[in-house]
């Protein structure tokens, strides 16, 4: 069964660059071979049984063009492939939609889960092995004849990446922002210092250690704060 698809069209399933896969002979050897008496008898083994295209690859020729592995190609190679596809029932066969919609939600989870993490070495190193994995993956389908859109999850795979990139950044921009403002005021600067950098610090409930606390008081404070407004009494203290 050839796989084509609403316009007739086949993915042609070539196997290697022209002469690499299937053996050239031209017309001059094959002249050599019949005037040589010694070889004359080497044509029909290489002939019986076999199929011969038959091409004009001379410069200039119509029968010359591009094809995905070479630019400069004899036409014939896609005859050539087409009757070795037959024979050997191997077409490429694209991807179906319901497929790709599975990698792609698997992709998303994985990006997704690894942005939920504090440091965005997370998400990057996820990404990069996703997109090493996606490379794998599409190289392991296609020598197995099966066409998986890499250009499509590729771009659905960036645009993720993207989204994902900017929502981290923005949170860690916004926690970083509270934290400075919150603390910057009532703590010394080397405590806010660590809180930014450690961010994982900011927690409902404290954390316990062993430590000595001293209690004392300021002569004369309970009188001067009678006499100064908060605001100052605040500056003064800090």
């Given amino acids: 069964v050839v796989p084509i698809d609403d316009r007739a069209r086949v993915f042609v399933p070539f196997v290697g660059h022209f002469g690499d896969d299937f053996e050239i002979f031209t017309v001059h050897e094959f002249l050599e071979y019949y005037k040589d008496d010694r070889f004359r008898g080497n044509l029909s083994d290489i002939f019986e049984d076999a199929i011969v295209l038959i091409s004009d690859i001379a410069t200039g020729t119509s029968d010359m063009?591009?094809?995905?592995?070479?630019?400069?190609?004899?036409?014939?190679?896609?005859?050539?492939?087409?009757?070795?596809?037959?024979?050997?029932?191997?077409?490429y066969t694209p991807w179906s939609g319901t497929g790709l919609i599975v990698v792609m939600m698997l992709v998303i989870l994985v990006l997704s889960a690894s942005a939920l993490f504090k440091s965005p070495l997370v998400l990057y190193a996820a990404g990069l092995l996703t997109l090493m994995g996606i490379l794998v993956f599409t190289w392991t389908q296609f020598v197995q004849f099966k066409l998986f859109p890499v250009v499509t999850m590729g771009g659905i795979f960036v645009l993720v990446f993207i989204v994902?990139?900017?929502?981290?950044?923005?949170?860690?921009?916004?926690?970083?922002?509270?934290?400075?403002?919150?603390?910057?005021?009532?703590?010394?600067?080397?405590?806010?210092?660590?809180?930014?950098?450690?961010?994982?610090?900011?927690?409902?409930?404290?954390?316990?250690r062993m430590a000595t606390v001293?209690?004392?008081?300021?002569?004369?404070?309970?009188?001067?704060?009678?006499?100064?407004?908060?605001?100052?009494?605040?500056?003064?203290?800090?």
Avoid: C, Q, W
Wanted: charged share 20%; hydrophobic share 40%; aromatic share 10%.
């Fill in 214 to 238: 001293l209690f004392t008081d300021l002569a004369n404070f309970t009188s001067t704060s009678e006499k100064l407004p908060p605001k100052i009494l605040v500056g003064l203290l800090n």
């Fill in 65 to 91: 063009g591009y094809t995905p592995l070479e630019s400069n190609s004899s036409l014939v190679t896609l005859h050539s492939s087409m009757l070795n596809g037959f024979f050997s029932n191997r077409f």
């Fill in 164 to 208: 994902l990139s900017a929502v981290s950044a923005l949170s860690t921009f916004n926690e970083r922002r509270f934290i400075k403002n919150t603390f910057s005021k009532y703590v010394p600067k080397p405590v806010v210092k660590e809180l930014l950098d450690r961010p994982e610090l900011v927690k409902i409930g404290g954390e316990e």
